[in-house]
């Protein structure tokens, strides 16, 4: 239990530094490629969010909630990489603002992992 409790909270901590990295590679500081941003398995929390298949755990809504918006935050930052690689710096710079695509992503994903801390837990 206490497992999904860090697992979860660590990586809540992780989609907070994805905006420093967006924002390094908007700076020109960071180069980052879209291919590899895009793909939400291969971190630490997705490699665990992933081994959960098959366990009590994934039959949780949360946990397929987290699953979908993980997707969908991997993607919507990959289309801010896509942007600075083709010049659009002012797109980037959007989707990363206080109303961008980037940002609501993020806040629904951390949304769910933390009320996924609940109820994942008790399905553990």
């Known amino acids: ?29 960071l180069a980052l490629i879209p291919t590899e941003v895009g793909v939400d398995n291969r971190c630490e929390f997705g490699t665990w969010l992933y081994s959960l298949a098959g366990t009590p755990v994934s039959t949780d809504s949360r946990y397929k909630e987290i699953l979908e918006l993980r997707k969908a935050f991997h993607k919507v930052a990959a289309t801010v990489v896509t942007k600075v690689q083709a010049g659009d710096k ?9 109303k961008g695509d980037d940002t609501a992503a993020s806040a629904k ?9 609940k109820t994942m837990t008790k399905a553990a």
């Open 109 to 117: 994903l951390t949304a769910q992992m933390a009320e996924g801390k």
């Open 1 to 29: 239990m206490s497992n999904i409790i860090e697992q979860i909270d660590k990586a809540i901590g992780t989609y907070g530094a994805w905006k420093v990295k967006l924002r390094q590679d908007i700076d020109g500081t």
């Open 90 to 98: 002012t797109g980037a710079e959007t989707s990363i603002g206080l």
